[in-house]
Every structure is written in C-alpha cells, then in structure tokens.
C-alpha cells in the first residue's frame, strides 16, 4: 500500500479552476444562447424600444458565453486552494491516505 500525506495545493488548485472553467463553458454557452434569442425575439415582436432590448438580450448573452467560465475558473481556483489547505491539514492529522496501485497487465509483459 501507498499513502498519500501531503498535496500541491497550487496544482490542486489549477486543477479545481479547470474544472470550474469547462463547468462554466457547459452552463453559460446555452444560457448566454437563450438569453440572446430570447432578447432578439421580444426586441423584434416589441413595439416601441425594441431596438434596446435586443441589443440586451444578444450583448447580455455574449457576456454570459464569455464571462461565466472565467469567474467560475476564479472562483473554483480560490475554493481549490482552500480545500487544498484542508485536505493537507486532514492528511497530516490523520496520517494519510492509504492507496493501492497496481501496474496495468501489459506493462509486465514490456519488461
């Protein structure tokens, strides 16, 4: 048995942030999406100030698609680096991690 005792925080926190970024692509790519047809649509069925709801509706979700994935990466990145503290705080305490890792079948066979 291996044990883990300590982590790279930083490392566990870019990872976090990674994961908070493709997390934020796969939520606001189709609500920046709706947003922006939404907006186009009641802009254009709209009689008067129409024009200021769609550029609204097409600019606020441009926003969503871009901005969404960057503040979920930041924010995941700061979280990651507060669990990393914990999880390396609780490995110490406890004595580490206890894990068991075994070479795939094939890379006997190479040796």
Known sequence: MQRIT???ILSFAKIMGLIGF???LLIGIPYGLMLMILG???GANAEQGGAGVTVFGVGGGLVMMFALPLVYAALSFL???I???IINLVLHL???LQLRIEAPRYAEAIK
Do not use: D, H, T, W
Request: hydrophobic residues 40%; aromatic residues 12%; glycine residues 44%.
């Open 6 to 8: 300590q982590i790279g």
């Open 22 to 24: 493709f997390g934020g």
């Open 40 to 42: 186009a649509g009641i």
């Open 79 to 81: 979280v990651g680096l």
């Open 83 to 85: 669990y990393g503290l």
């Open 94 to 96: 406890s004595g580490g």
